[in-house]
């Protein structure tokens, strides 16, 4: 059943249990386009928490509430059924807005395909709120596309350069720091103070390995992990 959130109405469409997205009463079949409508798209992950940041620039752009669509997807998931059917629902002269340019794709050739379908097939406009630069909306003829086609290039592949540079600085400070000792996820609890005395029993098999865990208050799989782990640092030393 749709919610209502912020103004918002949010609906789980069929397609798929993972996406939620704003419904729109323009998204009806055989629409008769009389005049050009103005859209906001908006995508966030399950996780991510900055969808208001984007409706906010939306409502300052000054689109219609009922012509905001939001869409949540789930992990890496990136079929974008909301994204397909407001693209497929385009018409020449309409309008889409986006707060970056990374809603249009997750990387330069994805943008670039996802700009000519918008500009070229469906003949409409896009605006990019956090680019000035890239707005269709005036110089659409051939020298004001090209201009704008040149512009989307460069920043597509300043964006995905930067991505690809914080995901190697990222790799590389991990093995770095491998490499210095230290240890990624969470700390290992503290051992019970009769761990020495269990483990030295099971190593000598003089119980088995669930009586001693069991003997421990922790699980096989802790107590097992642990035994690993002091007797490396102990090989260590």
Known sequence: RPQKVDGLLYAVFPFSDKVSCS???YFTEGRQHMESNTYGYIRVSTQEQNEIRQITAMREFGIREDNIIIEKLSGKDFKRPCYQR?????????????????RLGRNYNEILEQWSVIT?????AIVVLDMPLLDTRQGRDLTGTLIADIV??????VAQTERENI???????????KERGVRFGPAPKSLPDNFEELRQAWRGKQMSLGAAASACGIPRSTFYDAVLRVEAAAEER
Request: proline share 5%; glycine share 2%; charged share 35%.
């Open 23 to 25: 419904r729109t009463p």
């Open 86 to 102: 407001l693209i497929r629902k385009l018409r020449p002269e309409d309008i889409l807005v986006v707060k970056s340019i990374d």
């Open 120 to 124: 070229k097939k469906r003949q409409a």
């Open 167 to 177: 995901r190697q600085r990222q790799a590389e400070g991990i093995a770095a720091a």
């Open 152 to 157: 989307l290039q460069l920043l597509s592949y």
